[in-house]
C-alpha cells in the first residue's frame, strides 16, 4: 500500500507509487522502455538489433513524444510525479545491483515521462496485431496463389448466429439500424465485400509475375519469443447483477490472458491519497491501478480486438527514388535517420521512410515483392490519449463518470465490465475504431487509393454500451460485441476469435441461476478455472462417425463417454488433443502452414464435401489421424494432460544461458485455446506461455470502500511482486495460481505492507 500526505496532494501518492515499483521491478521497467525506444542493443548486443529496427521503424517513441502535449496537466502531473519517485529510488545506494544489471554490465538512466507512454503503445501492439493476419493472408496469395474466397472460407471464425457480447435490447438504439436501414446495409456490405474480391484479385493476378522468390523470414532471437506471443488476445470478463448474487451485491470477474514470464507482466498496487483510494493491479512503469475498483467502482477488461491496423500496398516511383505513387499523385517519402548502439559492435544505421499513411515495414517484416507496405495504426496518432484514462478512472465514482473517463481512452480498445456501490453494472468498450468503406474489409492489403482511406472513427457515443441489463449479467471473451443491426463494422467476422469460450462463460452462468439460483465468489473461482472443452463438442459428430479398428474403437468409446473436460489429470485430454493436432494438419500441403488451428472451418470442411474438392477424403483422413493419434498415446503411456502439457515462464533475457536457471519456472496446467481456462500450446513441445496472466474476482459493498474498510477481493497472478529470483516474493504465488487458488487484499490496513510518504517537520 502507498499512502500520501494530504497536504502534497497527489504528488507523493504518485511519487510513492515510483518508489514501490522501482524497489519490485526497476529491471522489467528498464527493460520496457528499451523495448519500446529501440535500445535493447545497447545491453544486449547484436541479438536485439532485429527488435530494436523493429520498434524504431514503428516509431514509438516518436508517437509517444507527440502524446505528452495532448494530456490533461493532472495526468502530466501524475506521470512526473512518478517517475520522480523511480529518480529517487535510482539515487539510493545498491539499486542498481540486481543480477540484471551487474550481468548486463550496466545502470540505468533516469525515468522520463514519456517511458510511460511508450509502455502503454507496447500494450496496443500486443493486443492489436491485425496487421499480422492481414500479412498472412497477402503472403498465401502471393507464394501459394490462394484466391481470396478461399483464404477468407479458411479463415472464417464467425457465423451469423453466433452470439454477441450485447444484443439488441441493450444497445443504444441510435447506434443500431432499423429495418429498412438495415436491409440497405446489408445489401452494400455484400456488394462492397464482392467489389473487394475482385479488387484484390485483379491486382494479385496483374503483379504476379513481379514476386520475388525470397520468402518472408521470421524473427530471430529475442523478437522471435516476442512474436510469438504477438497478437494473442484472449481474455475473460464478466459482471454480475445483485439480482443474481448471492451476496445481494454485484460481482465481478476479470482475467486478463498475456503472455506469461519471470516476472509477471502485473505489479498488485494499493493507492491511498486525497480523494483516491484504489486497489488492483498495474503494470510496473504506469501510474495508478489499471484493473480493479477505486471506492465507488470496479471495472475489469478483455480485448476488444478492433480493426485499428491496415496495411497500404505502395508503388515506388521508378525513376524518382525518393518518391512513391498515392492516390494518383506523386509523393515524397519523409525519411527519419536512426541509429542503434550495439554492445561490442558496430553502430547499425538505419533509415526509415514514413509515407502519409505510415512507416514502410518490408524491412522489417521482411516482406518481399514489388510493392511496399505502409502501416496506418490508430497507435501513431498524436491524439492517443489512453494516459488521461487510467488517472480519471482512479477516482471515477458513477457510471457517468466511468464513461467520461473512457471518452480518452484510444487504444487498445478494451471490452470494460463494471459495477459500483449502487448496484449498477454496465460494459463500455472506448476505443478509436476505424470507419471503412463497404469495400474495404480490412482482411487484406489495401491499394494507396483515397477511396480507400478511412472515412472517420466511430463517435464515443456511438461504440457499444450498456447499463443495467434486464438478463442481470455481461460478459465478454474476445468475441463479437455487437449485433448485425449494429450501424459500423469493429472486425470483420473472419478475425474474431471464435466463440467456445464466451459460450461455455454464459452456459455457467445460465446453469448456476437457473430456479432462482444464485452465483457466489466460490461459484466465480470455478468459472476462471474451468477447463470444460466446448471444442470437443463440436467433434463428437465426426467422432462417432469413423470405422476404426478394433483397438482405436474402445478408445473412442471412452474418449465420447469423457465430458470434455481438459484438467491437468485427464488421460482422455491427451488423446483428445493427439488427435486434434492430426487433424489441423489437413490444409498443410494448400497452406503450406502446418498447424491450421481454425476448428469452425476444420469442422465444416470435415462434415461436407470440401476435401473431396481438393483430392482427399475427409473421413479416410480423420480415422487415419484417430488411429495414429491412439498409437502416440499409446507408445507414450497413456499420459495424462498435464504430464505432457506444461507452462513455462521464461525470462524475456535469460533463456539460453546458465542463469535461466534461477528465473525458469514450469508447472503442469491443463485446458487449451478455447477453454476459460485458457491456455493454448506449441503444437510440437506443448509447452505454453501465454494464459490468465492475473485472475480478479470482486464485490462490491454498499458503502464506499477505503483503506479501513475493503469488501472482499479476490485475486492472482503467477509468480509473485518481486523480479528478484533471490526473493521469497519471486514466486511465492505460482503454485496457488497453478492450483485454481487465491490471495485475498487484506481487510485491515494493518495486514499491509506499507510505504507511506509524508514531509518532514
Same mark, same amino acid.
Given at each position: 500500500m502507498v499512502e500520501g500526505n494530504k497536504r502534497n496532494k497527489r504528488y507523493d501518492l504518485y511519487f510513492g507509487q515510483g518508489i514501490a515499483s522501482s524497489q519490485d521491478r526497476l529491471f522489467q521497467m528498464d527493460l520496457h522502455r528499451r523495448l519500446g525506444k529501440g535500445t535493447l542493443s545497447e545491453i544486449v548486443g547484436s541479438e536485439g538489433l532485429l527488435t530494436d529496427s523493429f520498434f524504431k521503424t514503428l516509431g514509438l517513441l516518436e508517437a509517444a513524444n507527440s502524446?505528452?502535449?495532448?494530456? +490533461?496537466?493532472?495526468?502530466?502531473?501524475?506521470?512526473?510525479?512518478?517517475?520522480?519517485?523511480?529518480?529517487?529510488?535510482?539515487?539510493?545506494?545498491?539499486?542498481?545491483?540486481?543480477?540484471?544489471?551487474?550481468?548486463?554490465?550496466?545502470?540505468?538512466?533516469?525515468?522520463?515521462?514519456?517511458?510511460?507512454?511508450?509502455?502503454?503503445?507496447?500494450?496496443?501492439?500486443?493486443?492489436?496485431?491485425?496487421?499480422?493476419?492481414?500479412?498472412?493472408?497477402?503472403?498465401?496469395?502471393?507464394?501459394k496463389k490462394m484466391s481470396p474466397e478461399r483464404i477468407l472460407k479458411m479463415w472464417y471464425s464467425y457465423r451469423e448466429d453466433s452470439p454477441t457480447i450485447l444484443n439488441e435490447s441493450e444497445m443504444d438504439p441510435s447506434s443500431l439500424f432499423n429495418q429498412t436501414e438495415m436491409q440497405t446495409a446489408k445489401k452494400e456490405r455484400e456488394e462492397g465485400r464482392k467489389e473487394?474480391?475482385?479488387?484484390?484479385?485483379?491486382?494479385?493476378?496483374?503483379?504476379?509475375?513481379?514476386?520475388?522468390?525470397?520468402k518472408v523470414e521470421e524473427g530471430r532471437g529475442i523478437f522471435e519469443s516476442w512474436l510469438e506471443r504477438r497478437g494473442k488476445r484472449n481474455s475473460n470478463n464478466w459482471v454480475i447483477s445483485s439480482k443474481l448474487s448471492s451476496t445481494g451485491k454485484p460481482l465481478l470477474a476479470s482475467d486478463p490472458h498475456l503472455g506469461l514470464s519471470s516476472p509477471s507482466v502485473w505489479l498488485m498496487m494499493s493507492l491511498n491519497g486525497?480523494?483516491?483510494?484504489?486497489?488492483?493491479?498495474?503494470?510496473?512503469?504506469?501510474?495508478?491501478?489499471?484493473?480493479?475498483?477505486?471506492?465507488?467502482?470496479?471495472?475489469?477488461?478483455?480485448?476488444?480486438?478492433?480493426?485499428?491496423?491496415?496495411?497500404?500496398?505502395? +508503388?515506388?516511383?521508378?525513376?524518382?527514388?525518393?518518391?512513391?505513387?498515392a492516390n494518383g499523385q506523386v509523393h515524397h517519402f519523409t525519411e527519419r535517420k536512426e541509429r542503434i548502439y550495439v554492445k561490442g559492435g558496430k553502430t547499425h544505421f538505419?533509415?526509415?521512410?514514413?509515407?502519409?499513411?505510415?512507416?514502410?515495414?518490408?524491412?522489417?517484416?521482411?516482406?518481399?515483392?514489388?510493392?511496399?507496405?505502409?502501416?496506418?495504426?490508430?497507435?501513431?496518432?498524436?491524439?492517443?490519449?489512453?494516459?488521461?484514462?487510467?488517472?480519471?478512472?482512479?477516482?471515477?465514482?458513477?457510471?457517468?463518470?466511468?464513461?467520461?473517463?473512457?471518452?480518452?481512452?484510444?487504444?487498445?480498445?478494451?471490452?470494460?465490465?463494471?459495477?459500483?456501490?449502487?448496484?449498477?453494472?454496465?460494459?463500455?468498450?472506448?476505443?478509436?475504431v476505424p470507419i471503412r468503406k463497404a469495400s474495404h474489409s480490412g482482411l487484406f492489403p489495401v491499394q494507396s487509393n483515397s477511396s480507400l482511406d478511412w472515412i472517420g472513427f466511430?463517435?464515443? +457515443?456511438?461504440?457499444?454500451?450498456?447499463?443495467?441489463?434486464?438478463?442481470?449479467?455481461?460478459?465478454?471473451?474476445?468475441?463479437?460485441?455487437?449485433?448485425?443491426?449494429?450501424?459500423?463494422?469493429?472486425?470483420?467476422?473472419?478475425?474474431?476469435?471464435?466463440?467456445?469460450?464466451?459460450?461455455?462463460?454464459?452456459?455457467?452462468?445460465?446453469?448456476?441461476?437457473?430456479?432462482?439460483?444464485?452465483? *457466489?465468489?466460490?461459484?466465480?473461482?470455478?468459472?476462471?478455472?474451468?477447463?470444460?472443452?466446448?471444442?470437443?463438442?463440436?467433434?463428437?459428430?465426426?467422432l462417432k462417425s469413423l470405422s476404426?479398428?478394433?483397438?482405436?474403437?474402445?478408445?473412442? @468409446? +471412452?474418449?465420447? &463417454?469423457?465430458?470434455?473436460?481438459?484438467?491437468?489429470?485427464?488421460?482422455?485430454?491427451?488423446?483428445?488433443?493427439?488427435?486434434?493436432?492430426?487433424?489441423?494438419?489437413?490444409?498443410?500441403?494448400?497452406?503450406?502452414?502446418?498447424?491450421?488451428?481454425?476448428?469452425?472451418?476444420?469442422?465444416?470442411?470435415?462434415?461436407?464435401? *470440401?476435401c473431396s474438392l481438393r483430392g482427399l477424403d475427409c473421413q479416410k483422413y480423420a480415422?487415419?489421424?484417430?488411429?495414429?493419434?491412439?498409437?502416440?498415446?499409446?507408445?507414450?503411456?497413456?499420459?495424462k494432460w498435464g504430464d505432457v502439457h506444461k507452462t513455462v515462464f521464461n525470462h524475456p533475457l535469460f533463456q539460453n544461458v546458465w542463469v535461466s536457471c534461477l528465473y525458469r519456472r514450469k508447472v503442469k496446467t491443463g485446458g487449451d485455446s478455447f477453454t476459460p481456462n485458457v491456455s493454448p500450446y506449441n503444437f510440437e513441445t506443448?509447452?505454453?506461455?501465454?494464459?490468465?496472466?492475473?485472475?480478479?474476482?470482486?464485490?462490491? @459493498?454498499?458503502?464506499? &470502500?477505503?483503506?479501513?474498510?475493503?469488501?472482499?477481493?479476490?485475486?492472482?497472478?503467477p509468480m509473485g511482486q518481486s523480479e528478484s529470483p533471490f526473493s521469497k516474493l519471486y514466486d511465492n504465488w505460482l503454485e496457488s495460481w497453478e492450483d485454481g487458488k487465491y490471495e485475498q487484499i487484506p481487510s485491515s490496513p494493518s495486514e499491509f505492507h506499507k510505504l507511506i510518504i509524508a514531509n518532514e517537520e
Open positions: 502524446v505528452l502535449a495532448a494530456l +490533461e496537466e493532472e495526468t502530466r502531473f501524475s506521470l512526473l510525479a512518478y517517475v520522480d519517485g523511480c529518480n529517487y529510488y535510482l539515487q539510493m545506494p545498491n539499486t542498481h545491483r540486481s543480477l540484471e544489471f551487474r550481468a548486463l554490465g550496466y545502470k540505468p538512466e533516469p525515468f522520463e515521462a514519456i517511458d510511460i507512454i511508450i509502455w502503454s503503445k507496447i500494450m496496443a501492439l500486443e493486443l492489436g496485431m491485425n496487421m499480422n493476419e492481414e500479412l498472412k493472408r497477402y503472403n498465401l496469395m502471393w507464394d473487394e474480391i475482385e479488387r484484390v484479385k485483379s491486382f494479385m493476378n496483374k503483379n504476379h509475375k513481379k514476386r520475388s522468390q525470397e486525497p480523494n483516491i483510494s484504489t486497489v488492483g493491479s498495474t503494470f510496473p512503469g504506469v501510474p495508478g491501478v489499471v484493473i480493479g475498483r477505486n471506492s465507488w467502482i470496479s471495472w475489469g477488461v478483455t480485448n476488444a480486438q478492433p480493426d485499428t491496423q491496415d496495411l497500404f500496398i505502395i +508503388e515506388p516511383h521508378q525513376s524518382i527514388p525518393s518518391a512513391y505513387w538505419l533509415t526509415i521512410k514514413e509515407t502519409i499513411y505510415g512507416p514502410i515495414m518490408n524491412d522489417v517484416l521482411k516482406v518481399s515483392g514489388p510493392y511496399l507496405l505502409a502501416l496506418n495504426w490508430t497507435t501513431l496518432r498524436a491524439e492517443d490519449t489512453t494516459v488521461n484514462a487510467v488517472t480519471r478512472l482512479q477516482k471515477a465514482s458513477n457510471f457517468d463518470e466511468f464513461r467520461n473517463a473512457l471518452r480518452s481512452w484510444v487504444s487498445p480498445a478494451q471490452n470494460f465490465v463494471y459495477s459500483d456501490i449502487y448496484g449498477n453494472i454496465g460494459y463500455q468498450c472506448p476505443g478509436l466511430i463517435p464515443f +457515443e456511438q461504440l457499444p454500451w450498456t447499463l443495467n441489463p434486464a438478463k442481470g449479467y455481461i460478459a465478454s471473451a474476445n468475441n463479437k460485441i455487437a449485433p448485425s443491426s449494429y450501424r459500423y463494422i469493429i472486425l470483420a467476422d473472419e478475425d474474431w476469435e471464435e466463440p467456445h469460450r464466451f459460450n461455455r462463460i454464459i452456459e455457467m452462468i445460465q446453469e448456476e441461476t437457473k430456479d432462482n439460483g444464485k452465483l *457466489s465468489i466460490d461459484d466465480m473461482k470455478k468459472m476462471q478455472n474451468d477447463y470444460t472443452s466446448l471444442l470437443f463438442r463440436d467433434f463428437v459428430p465426426l476404426l479398428s478394433s483397438d482405436a474403437k474402445e478408445y473412442r @468409446d +471412452e474418449l465420447l &463417454s469423457w465430458k470434455g473436460e481438459m484438467s491437468p489429470s485427464s488421460k482422455m485430454a491427451t488423446l483428445f488433443q493427439y488427435w486434434y493436432i492430426q487433424l489441423i494438419q489437413v490444409t498443410n500441403e494448400e497452406t503450406g502452414i502446418k498447424y491450421w488451428n481454425k476448428p469452425i472451418f476444420l469442422k465444416e470442411a470435415f462434415s461436407d464435401n *470440401s480415422v487415419d489421424a484417430f488411429e495414429s493419434a491412439v498409437q502416440k498415446f499409446e507408445k507414450e503411456g497413456e499420459k506443448f509447452e505454453s506461455s501465454f494464459g490468465p496472466s492475473y485472475r480478479q474476482i470482486l464485490e462490491m @459493498d454498499s458503502r464506499p &470502500s477505503s483503506s479501513s474498510n475493503l469488501a472482499p477481493f479476490h485475486f492472482i497472478f
